[in-house]
């Protein structure tokens, strides 16, 4: 449940205004990236290399986050960072959603040992130590942006499967469905017609906080060595290239995990606002 | 009471079974250990001989059975990289997770629970607005970064704490904030939500016009029942970090089961992935089983039934 919006009385929307206007930001960056971003994100320049960002000294306006140990302009990573954490974090919401959702439809609506052997599963993938099987998976079969995506997604669809399974069964009970039933409505066009569309707001609400999450998930993965390497890295690939530099260069630690805790803020702002306008008694 | 815990045992059994099938399977999709142990020039034969030695050549369904066996002795197998056995290189690793997981545990309810009450009596106040944005963004940050930034100002710029490594008390500061911050944050939100609830039930109400004191109140009829989702939370919390604190512990280079783990992966040591995956997941279905247990104690209206 949303604690944080009753701190503003009359302002119950604000906090979630904050929250979708964040992502709007980043989405924005990160479509923008080309245009917005000062420099090339990848240009190596060795003579300013390590410059602290603006406001500290020796930092300057040229380059307002300060640059890495080759010489290149932070501001502009972390821009582009924004598309591969957000390509990321979006394709393993649909992708975890369409799998648990459906898992979730079909244990919720037929029940019996469908059911039973979703909630033997949930359980038992709440036991794994998640961030380690990703970890072994990936560096067995190799990372790359579908890699990552598929084991976030793996991740998250259970999410997905319990709400979707509480709401479908809570929907099948009511008045309608039993009419549509005993009026020999198919199956597959009563889930569509009934079932789905009740499905769509509890869906949305743990989209919003697995986006959330992917990306924590994408930046823990990619820290530890296995998420999405390329040109132009994400942030947590960029995380971990600044660890190495912790105790000289700290902004380069800094800033993208800043960047990712903002994005991520947005996106739980958003969970809350949503969880609270739709349905008060799902989540927690 | 005792058929609810004969269910949960009957789910606690198959939930691990599920668990050390999955990544037994995912284990031998990764490869030969064979072609890992064997020299490079190893002739076919050999290789084929080791093989057999190993057991490995029987059909998997009789290697996962044989290897459940052994692991309700508390034989989990031997770690070629390391030529030790693995629950002897986990028992090694277990008191530094322990102690860390202890310590951030027990950090994190110091914060979260008297806070948590704090706010929530105190509802609108500039202490609930601060509190609950900084435990918002305390749970939007990456927590392995805010531990890097905790190495970065109090080990790197102030000089005041070791940047890792385990030794000390000094050394332990550091990871046990980190770990603190992460789940103070959620149990603070989750305690103050708790605790509104409850102050605006039914039974509360009676207690207040009833003329009972302003703290019988509080603390007889309202805390022990907002304690409730705590607890559930809270053993959740405690169990992820039996089952070793990952990338805490990689950070800082805590000695724990939890870099031990990522280590491994690494060193493709499959036999000692699997036995902490084991560890892990047996840790937390345990820790649950507690809980519930603990529920008996907290709220007489369980009837476990």
């Not at chain 1, 929307?13 to 980043?26: C, E, K, N, P, R």
């Not at chain 1, 090339?40 to 300013?48: E, F, G, H, Y």
């Not at chain 2, 609950?132 to 710029?157: D, R």
């Amino acid at each position: 449940m949303s604690v944080l919006r009753r701190l503003i009385p009359g302002k119950r929307d604000m906090l979630g205004t904050i929250g979708a206007g964040i992502l709007l930001f980043v989405a924005l960056g990160a479509v923008l990236a080309p245009m917005i971003a000062p420099y090339d994100p990848t240009a190596i320049s060795l003579l300013d290399r390590m410059q602290p960002p603006m406001w500290l000294e020796g930092g300057s306006l040229a380059h307002p986050l300060g640059t890495d140990n080759l010489g290149r302009d932070m501001l502009s990573r972390v821009i582009y960072g924004s598309r591969i954490s957000l390509a990321v974090g979006v394709a393993a919401v649909i992708v975890g959603a369409a799998i648990g959702s459906t898992i979730g439809i079909v244990a919720g609506y037929f029940g019996g040992w469908v059911d039973s052997i979703l909630s033997v599963v949930i359980n038992a993938q709440l036991s794994f130590p998640f961030i380690l099987l990703a970890i072994f998976i990936l560096s067995t079969f190799g990372g790359g942006f579908w890699p990552v995506v598929l084991v976030l997604a793996l991740g998250a669809w259970v999410n997905y499967a319990r709400v979707v399974r509480g709401t479908v069964m809570s929907v099948r009970t009511q008045d309608y469905v039993h009419a549509a039933i005993s009026v020999g409505v198919p199956t597959l066009r009563l889930l569509r017609t009934t079932v789905l569309p009740n499905t769509l707001s509890p869906i949305i609400v743990v989209a919003s906080f697995s986006m959330a999450q992917a990306i924590l998930a994408e930046a823990a993965l990619s820290f530890l060595g296995v998420g999405v390497d390329g040109a132009n890295p994400s942030w947590g690939v960029m995380l971990n290239d600044g660890r190495a530099y912790l105790q000289t260069a700290w902004w380069l630690t800094a800033m993208p995990g800043l960047a990712i805790a903002i994005t991520v803020l947005g996106g739980n702002l958003c969970g809350d606002w949503l969880q609270d306008r739709f349905n008060p008694r799902i989540g927690n | 009471m005792f058929r609810f815990l004969i269910r949960r045992l009957a789910m606690a059994v198959i939930v691990l079974l599920i668990v050390s099938f999955t990544t037994f399977i995912v284990g031998h999709m990764t490869g030969d250990p064979v072609e890992l142990i064997a020299p490079e020039n190893a002739t076919r034969e050999a290789k084929e001989q080791l093989r057999e030695y190993l057991g490995l050549n029987r059909p998997l369904l009789v290697q996962y059975t044989s290897y459940i066996g052994n692991a309700l002795q508390g034989d989990l197998g031997f770690s070629f990289v390391q030529q030790a056995a693995v629950s002897d290189l986990i028992m090694e690793r277990l008191p530094a997770t322990l102690k860390l997981a202890f310590t951030g545990f027990i950090l994190s309810l110091v914060i979260a629970v008297p806070l948590g009450i704090f706010i929530a009596l105190n509802r609108n106040s500039v202490w609930d607005f601060l509190a609950t944005s900084v435990a918002m963004i305390g749970q939007s940050a990456p927590n392995f970064w805010i531990g890097l930034m905790l190495i970065a100002f109090f080990a790197v710029h102030l000089k005041i704490l070791p940047v890792s490594g385990y030794g000390g008390v000094s050394y332990i500061i550091l990871p046990a904030i980190t770990i603190a911050l992460q789940s103070a944050a959620r149990l603070t939100r989750l305690m103050r939500a708790s605790m509104l609830e409850v102050l605006n039930a039914d039974y509360v109400r009676t207690a207040r016009s009833k003329g009972l004191r302003q703290r019988t109140v509080l603390w007889v009829h309202s805390f022990r029942n907002a304690m409730i989702p705590i607890v559930t939370m809270a053993g959740l919390e405690l169990a992820e970090l039996i089952g070793g604190a990952f990338i805490t512990e990689t950070i800082f280079a805590w000695p724990g089961v939890g870099r031990l783990a990522v280590n491994a992966v690494y060193q493709r040591d499959f036999p000692l992935v699997q036995g902490v995956v084991l560890f892990a997941a047996t840790a937390f279905v345990v820790i649950n089983l507690l809980v519930d247990l603990l529920y008996v104690l907290i709220d007489p209206r369980v009837k476990l039934s």
